[in-house]
């Protein structure tokens, strides 16, 4: 059951403190940006914040020369702070406010997500006087599956941007000088990723011979996945990196200025973390076995917002960040007992939603011991709902690659 790795010594020194904390492991992070950075050749990283903007973590990836895919004008600030130069912050989100453009215009790369938007930026920045340089995020006419575009809230639909070439062109206070595209989260099938990088390549040629300059940047944005059910195989980003740094070198053959960027949040972050959790109680009722445990749902919502999605629709689709799959998150006792003890998993919330497994086979708990849940370095604690009920919400670890423990 366990098949995940975490450092028993850390965890058990910090459960003397607290009931519920997430320990962030810096040599993992550390290692997956060196897996990403030394395989694909050409490629420049941009972590997406929203993953998981951790002080600590921010330190180690944008400090390690990633740059920061930014989804708000707070995360753009973060990236600022962390000194990430303009060109490598790239602030895509829909929905942006005048006031985030005009906080965001000179120290970002804004990336326009509608048509309207390209607009309210050039008008920014005509009152600051300047030539905005931007991306457009493209809703492409293909998915990382097929040939045909779907309706989405997300970009500019392809034909519309088309469209729209020659008025961008007529703008006194923005230039647009790159192209971005954010498809799909969370995709384990290499010969998916390559297709659809292809078809980038291909849209960013188009768009190019339409605009008439050369343009700066591609921003592929993300769909790497990790391994979250015990039986997912991992992508091979050996081979992978390697076929992508040949399409790379080629696409820069003819288009020597333009930078690929790959967005990821969750491949850097997502299997650094594990949420710990403290059994409070247990009890037995109609026969079963109930181990209390602090601050699930209200600590790290997803396996409980799995177990609730899977009680309505066992083969539900995915719905990222909020959904992956059945067995996204393994659970591990810490425990000397080598007896067995078939449990359910519950919070101390008072709302009976608050369950993360229910029959599973467990090493024995007893009240004080600690339950470890993998795959919780990102969408973990900035999904996780920690308000609610007023309970002290779970510490946010960081144990550096010297072994030291920073709140
Ligand atoms: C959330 C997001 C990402 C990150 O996705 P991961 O699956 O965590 O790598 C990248 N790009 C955009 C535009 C996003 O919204």
Redesign the pocket.
Known sequence: MNGFEFNKAVILEQAKDFNSFYVYDEAVILANMATLAGNFAGVEFLY?L??NPHAEVLKTVLGGGFGG?A?SLNEVKMCVEAAVPKAKIQY?APGKSMFDIEEAIEVSTLVADSLGEVLRINEVAKSKGLVAEIGVRINPDFTFYGDEGMAAKFGIDEEQAVAAVAAWLALDNVKIVGLHV?SK??ELDGGVLLGYYEKMFALAEKFQGLFGYELEFLNM?????INYEVSDAPLDLVELGGKVGAMVADFNAKNPKMQVYI?????VVGKSGVYCTKVLDKKVSHGKTFVILANTLNGFVRPSLGKMVTSYKADAIPC??LYTSAGAFQFGALVESADLEVVNLVGNLCTGADIVAADIELPKLEVGDVVVMSNAG??AAVLSPMQFSSQIPPAQLFLTVDGKVVL
């Open positions: 997406s929203k993953t895919d989804a895509s954010h989260s969370q944005g993300s769909g790497i996945g967005e990821t949040g969750r491949y990222e960040p990102s969408y």
